[in-house]
């Protein structure tokens, strides 16, 4: 069989038939179903099984034991001693109470040059729970010498003639609430004590009783009302002066993010007429607290009362002092901070003082001053004020104060400098060695007086006052100290004739419990 092949074989497939369909889309359904549901409640009867209650041990708080009880005693040249006691009850939450005792004294080179400080203070502050009240006590006294005569020149001087003693013995009293009362009121009533005499026969009494009244408004706003006295009696053989004063002084405070302010006057009416004294102040925080420019203006009744004149030169005559005056201050200035450790301050005021106090050599008594006072004085004030601080290690400030006095017809302000700086220092070597430095300065200081009928004005020459100290914690309850004072030895006079004492020299002990 033979088969005869005629071309090669290729197999083909038909195209597919292909149905077009299209799908549709089905209309979205916008209706919404709202369900409906009717749930029974039903209550479970379920036992209730306290769990047991177990005691927790708190841990007593404990606090740090602190040294507040301590004895100072040293002794010096000029043969100068000195002694102070300290003693406290220690932290409590109950009451705080304690008692503080110093005497320091001595005598120079001149005759009579002798000087003696004494001093007493009781306290006891009991707390409740809303409230606390505090009661001080105490006296001081302080011995000075009118030596201030020409040692060249023979004088025949009896010693207790020449003797000048100040005495005082004050009380205080205060009642406040710790915590503000439901309404947000503070109060505070306190009344302050004293009665001062010399060895002559000069006294003084003085009682000052108040009442404070505050309210807080949103943590932001705050106002009060003050209301009180200040009651002043002065004697001296034949003469008597009375002051009265009734202070009545509302103020608001507000303090917001960037500034604060507070506004207020003190409407006090005398014995011979009414002042009206404003106190107004504004800070505002142009750089955070960095840069603080502040301004206001501020008035405070003059007190040229007894204790206050003979406190700042214990050489003056017994007077009467004057009614009480008035001081206003305008002032100025901008405050803040330098990184974390510089602080500054700088403040200008012009002070209007209704009789300044000036003190002038006695004509006839060479060992004794006069007081006189300036009328309607103008003050003129720059002060400054640098610091550095380093947590507790190290601590320096610096002030300066520059006063321009104008006064009737042109006269200097006699006894008053016109130029005082300080600078003082403290260095704390890991709580072991204590440095303390200071710097005094004073320009010179004008006096007038009469001398064989014939009008003198004199000039103190200023002075410059460097003192160390330092204090070696040998013990935790055991140090020893040694103070120099005057070290450049510098022979000036605060008031004219009265010299200093030169140079000091002062150790001693301290037992600390």
């Not at 500034?259 to 014995?271: C, E, I, K, Q, R």
């Not at 072991?432 to 004073?442: E, G, Q, T």
């Amino acid at each position: 069989m033979s088969l005869d092949v005629v071309t090669d074989y290729k197999p083909l497939l038909a195209d597919a038939v292909k149905i077009d369909v299209s799908p549709k889309l089905i209309p979205a359904d916008s209706s919404k179903v709202v369900p409906s549901y009717n749930l029974q409640p039903k209550l479970l009867n379920l036992p209730f099984v306290p769990a047991d209650i177990h005691p927790v041990a708190m841990v007593k708080e404990t606090h740090e034991a602190t040294q507040d009880n301590y004895l100072k005693a040293g002794f010096g040249t000029q043969l100068s001693t000195f002694f102070s006691l300290n003693l406290n009850t220690g932290v409590s939450e109950k009451r705080d109470a304690g008692i503080f005792a110093m005497h320091h004294g001595g005598c120079g080179s001149l005759d009579y040059q002798n000087f003696s400080d004494n001093t007493i203070q009781t306290y006891y502050k009991k707390f409740f729970k809303k409230n606390a009240f505090n009661l001080k006590a105490g006296y001081d006294g302080t011995v000075r010498y009118f030596y201030g005569y020409d040692h060249n020149t023979l004088m025949d001087f009896v010693k207790k003639e020449l003797k000048q003693s100040f005495q005082n013995v004050n009380a205080s009293f205060e009642f406040a609430n710790t915590k503000a009362t439901k309404n947000n009121w503070a109060y505070n009533f306190s009344t302050d004590y004293y009665y001062y005499w010399n060895r002559t026969g000069g006294n003084e009494w003085h009682i000052a009783p108040g009442l404070l009244l505050g309210k807080t408004i949103n943590k932001m706003h705050n106002g009060s009302l003050y209301i009180g006295a200040d009651i002043n009696q002065y004697n001296e053989d034949s003469v008597s002066s009375f002051n009265s004063i009734i202070h009545i002084k509302p103020m608001y405070f507000i303090k917001q993010d960037k500034w604060s302010l507070h506004a207020g006057f003190d409407v006090t009416p005398t014995d011979s007429s009414v002042y009206f004294l404003p106190d107004i102040e504004a800070h505002y925080n142009l750089i955070g607290e960095y840069v603080v420019p502040f301004a206001g203006i501020r008035g405070e009744i003059n007190k040229n009362n007894f204790k206050t004149l003979s406190t700042e030169n214990p050489f003056m005559n017994d007077i009467s002092p004057i009614a009480y005056s008035s001081l206003i201050d305008i002032h100025g200035g901008i405050k803040g901070s330098v990184g974390n450790h510089f602080s500054f301050m700088i403040r200008i005021a012009d002070q209007i003082v209704d009789h300044l106090a000036l003190y002038n050599p006695d004509t006839n008594f060479i060992t004794r001053y006069n007081v006189s006072f300036a009328e309607d004085a103008n003050v003129f004030n720059v002060h400054g004020e640098l610091g550095y601080k380093e947590s507790e290690r190290l601590n320096i400030l610096l002030t300066g104060d520059y006063n321009t006095y104008t006064l009737d017809f042109g006269a200097p302000a006699f006894g008053l400098p016109t130029q005082k700086i300080s600078l003082k220092a403290e260095y704390n070597i890991q709580k072991k060695i204590l440095i303390n430095a200071s710097v005094y300065m004073a320009n010179k200081t004008p006096y007038h007086f009469t001398v064989d009928s014939v009008d003198v004005t004199s000039y103190n020459k200023g002075y410059v006052d460097v003192n160390l100290g330092l204090i070696y914690n040998y013990k935790k309850n055991f140090a020893a100290f040694v103070q120099f004072n005057n070290i450049t030895a510098t022979a000036y006079n605060r008031w004219y004739n009265y010299p200093g004492y030169g140079f000091g020299l002062m150790g001693g002990l301290i037992l600390k419990f």
